[in-house]
């Protein structure tokens, strides 16, 4: 791709993470266009679909999360890593509002531009946590399709105006009932059950 032609796929790309992070992944294809400065057309011409302008554009937060699930795994311990890549993940779900009904959707089509990706991400966190359970720092009795639907459920309470300023607090909560109890103490940033 020349460097021009890359510029401006850079920039509309910008450009659509601010307007969705802003409306939501069902922002307007036009709406996009129109704050980048470019046409329909052309949009559409680099990206066919709202599926294909957000695989784009959440490809690299996808991977990012799933690089940093690797390092986690050989930097901290089982329960701090566990946590602190479930921190992220919420984090970064409730910077784009919808985008864990794609996440969850795109997980059961392998059709969809964003298939792979999620795959990639669950096992990622799928990894974590059983390296978690391994030496005992988290319940046995979940997987990586439940971790999956915990980071879905903290980033829908982020999304909620009236829940968001109880998310952390709940975070923590949810954060401290995945692990054991000997794990649990002060690895979630709040109050260890008892």
């Not at 709406?31 to 057309?41: E, K, N, P, Q, S």
């Not at 990622?124 to 399709?145: H, P």
Request: one cysteine or more.
């Amino acid at each position: 791709m020349r460097a021009d032609a890359r510029k401006n796929r850079d920039h509309v790309l910008a450009v659509a993470g601010a307007v969705i992070a802003e409306q939501g992944v069902d922002a307007s294809m036009r709406d996009i266009a129109r704050r980048a400065d470019v046409g329909l057309a052309t949009l559409l011409r680099h990206y066919p679909t709202r599926e294909a302008l957000l695989e784009a554009l959440l490809r690299t937060s996808f991977d990012e999360l799933t690089a940093k699930a690797g390092e986690l795994e050989s930097s901290s311990s089982p329960a701090d890593g566990l946590v602190s890549w479930l921190r992220d993940c919420v984090t970064w779900t409730t910077e784009y509002r919808g985008v864990t009904v794609l996440m969850a959707a795109a997980i059961e089509d392998s059709e969809s531009a964003l298939h792979t990706s999620c795959v990639t991400l669950r096992a990622a966190g799928a990894r974590l946590l059983t390296r978690a359970q391994e030496v005992g720092a988290a319940r046995t009795d979940m997987d990586g399709t439940d971790l999956f639907a915990l980071v879905a459920a903290l980033a829908w309470l982020g999304d909620q105006p009236s829940l968001a300023p109880r998310a952390d607090h709940l975070f923590g909560f949810v954060a401290n009932a995945l692990l054991t109890d000997a794990a649990s103490n002060g690895s979630a940033g709040a109050t260890p059950r008892g």
